[in-house]
């Protein structure tokens, strides 16, 4: 959607709210056709990873376009959670949880008596490959123009790995949630209010 007016740009910011629904219907169903069947799935609760890597590879095939990189990003976490996979949001695309993101880097201290002992994260220690990039090309983005990227269409970049080697579960999903800050914490369980000032 290439937003020319101000006008265009007025009405569309409705699309900024965290209230909108970008799954259609048709889509929701499309998205529900690709869900695992009883066949991908084993007796432990792991699923097929080669049967979802095709359908991964037909759903979010490169060079499809979406609404909004919003609506990529909820259709892929809609289908991904039905195969125990979570997906993280990264600038230019969509990872696996498991997999290393580009945060910093811990560095060493030069005196070994100050240095920090810094376990191993699930991340990694798996570093699941997967990714879905996702840009603007020919989808009418205007850098010198002052509106949101969400109200422009996204294409499905040409590099993506639609391999997942974390497994794939619900016992796998169930352990990565609490590192990527996806728990709501139980306020109403707390005993005591820590004022902070």
């Known amino acids: 959607m290439c937003l020319e007016s101000k006008e ?24 529900h056709m690709y869900f695992p069947k009883p066949k991908d799935k084993s007796p432990t609760g792991e699923r097929n990873i080669e049967s ?26 809609c289908f991904s959670s039905s195969w ?33 002992t810094v ?8 570093n699941c490959p997967f990714k879905i990039p996702h840009g603007f090309k020919d989808c009418g983005v205007n850098s010198k123009k002052n509106v949101p990227r969400i109200l422009y269409q996204c294409v499905v970049g040409q590099a993506g790995c639609y391999v997942h080697t974390c497994g794939c579960s619900p016992a796998t999903q169930r352990a990565i949630m609490p590192t990527i800050g996806t728990l709501i914490p139980d306020v109403a369980g707390l005993t005591s209010v820590i004022s902070v000032g």
């Open 8 to 31: 265009h740009c007025l009405l569309a910011q409705k699309f900024l709210s965290k209230d909108v629904e970008w799954l259609t219907p048709e889509l929701h169903d499309k998205i």
């Open 52 to 77: 979802l890597k095709e359908h991964t590879m037909i759903l979010f095939a490169p060079g499809r376009k979406w609404a909004s990189t919003q609506q990529l990003v909820e259709a892929l976490q």
């Open 84 to 116: 125990g996979a979570h997906m993280s949001h990264t600038g230019g695309g969509l990872i696996c949880s498991y997999g290393n993101s580009k945060a910093k880097k811990h560095v060493k201290h030069i005196d070994p008596n100050k240095r920090r």
């Open 119 to 126: 376990s191993v994260s699930l991340k990694e220690t798996v």
